[in-house]
C-alpha cells in the first residue's frame, strides 16, 4: 500500500512524498513522488492504491497530468502526409497533372485519414446500436 511521508528541507519548509513498492511486491522497485502539499500527495497516494500500487497511466513524474505530451506535427497524420510530401519531389518545373499525389485529395492522403480515424474514439449513435438488434 502506498503512503505519504512528510519530510523537511534544509530552508525548514515541509514537503511530502507519496511512496509505495511498484506492483505492490516486498520485490518490487520503491517509487516515489513528492508534493509541496499534503492533500496533492494524499489523492496520488489513492490514485496509486487505485491502479494496483503503479504510476496512474498519463501521469508524468514531476509534472503530473499532461493533456499533450507530443506537438501536433509529430502526429501519425501530419507526418504521414509530410512523408508523401517529401516522396512526390515536386518541383517549380513538374507539370500539373504530375502534382497531384501531393494535393488533399488524393487516395493515399485519404487513407492516412482513414488510418488516423481508426485510432480515435468513436461515438456511436445509441439508438444504431437498437437498430442493429432489432429482428
Avoid at 35 to 54: C, I, M, S, T, Y
Avoid at 88 to 110: K, S
Wanted: glycine content about 10%; proline content about 7%.
Amino acid at each position: 500500500m502506498a503512503y505519504v511521508k512528510d519530510r523537511v528541507r534544509r530552508d525548514g519548509s515541509v514537503y511530502y512524498t507519496a511512496m509505495w513498492r511498484a506492483g505492490g511486491t516486498a520485490g518490487g522497485k520503491q517509487e516515489s513522488e513528492v508534493f509541496d502539499e499534503e492533500p496533492a500527495a494524499q489523492r496520488f497516494k489513492d490514485l496509486v492504491n487505485g491502479h494496483g500500487q503503479n504510476w496512474p497511466p498519463g501521469w508524468i513524474r514531476g509534472q503530473g497530468f499532461v493533456a499533450e505530451r507530443r506537438r501536433a506535427e509529430t502526429m501519425f497524420e501530419p507526418f504521414a502526409l509530410a512523408y508523401i510530401d517529401r516522396l512526390t519531389g515536386i518541383q517549380g518545373d513538374t507539370h500539373p497533372h504530375q502534382a497531384r499525389p501531393a494535393q488533399r485529395d488524393h487516395p493515399v492522403r485519404r487513407r492516412c485519414r482513414n488510418v488516423t480515424a481508426r485510432f480515435q474514439p468513436v461515438r456511436q449513435d445509441p439508438s444504431a446500436s437498437a437498430r442493429l438488434h432489432r429482428g
